[in-house]
C-alpha cells in the first residue's frame, strides 16, 4: 500500500496554496471531468474541515466533512475525490473510513448523511450507509441520499 500523508483542516487554518489545490481539484473533476455545471463554491467551505491524502506533495484524494445542521440535520461526508491515476489503489476505502472516523472524533457518534451519485451506491453500501431518497437529479447527475446509522 502507498504511503499518504494526511491533512486535517479547519478552513482558516488552510494556506493558500493549499485552498487553491483543493479547489481546482474539486473543479477539475466535478465540473470538466463530469461536465457538471454547478455552484462549486456554495458558502459551506467556511464551517466544514478539509481532509486530505498527499503523495509526492501532490493531492491524491480529499473530502469536505460537514458539521450538523449545515447540509443535513447529521454530519456529512461531501465533495468525495479521488484522482483518477489513483482510482483502484484502495485509497478511496480509506479516505472513507478516514472521513467517517474524523466525523465521530469531531462531532460525536452520530448518523451520517450523504448526497451520492446513484452509480456509486454499491461502494458507500460496502462503508454502512443505506439508501434513504428515490433517485434525484442534482445538476444533471442522479444522485440519491444515503445515511450511516450509527448505534447511541
Not at 462531532?107 to 451519485?117: L, W
Not at 434513504?132 to 437529479?137: F, G, L, R
Amino acid at each position: 500500500m502507498m504511503d499518504y500523508q494526511w491533512n486535517l483542516k479547519k478552513f482558516d487554518e488552510l494556506t493558500n496554496i493549499e485552498l487553491y489545490r483543493i479547489l481546482k481539484l474539486r473543479t477539475e473533476v466535478f465540473v470538466l471531468e463530469q461536465e457538471c455545471l454547478y455552484p462549486e463554491l456554495d458558502d459551506k467551505d467556511y464551517a466544514c474541515l478539509h481532509l486530505w491524502a498527499q503523495q509526492q506533495g501532490e493531492i491524491v484524494a480529499y473530502t469536505r466533512l460537514v458539521p450538523p445542521g449545515l447540509s443535513y440535520p447529521e454530519p456529512s461526508i461531501g465533495r468525495v475525490i479521488v484522482v483518477k491515476e489513483a482510482r483502484g489503489t484502495g485509497i478511496s476505502q480509506l479516505l472513507m473510513h478516514k472521513s467517517i472516523e474524523t466525523i465521530f472524533a469531531q462531532f460525536g457518534p452520530n448518523d451520517i448523511q450523504i448526497g451520492a451519485q446513484f452509480h456509486l451506491k454499491s461502494f458507500y453500501e460496502k462503508l454502512g450507509f443505506a439508501q434513504k431518497s428515490e433517485p434525484y437529479p442534482d445538476y444533471g447527475i442522479l444522485h440519491i441520499d444515503m445515511i450511516k446509522s450509527t448505534l447511541k
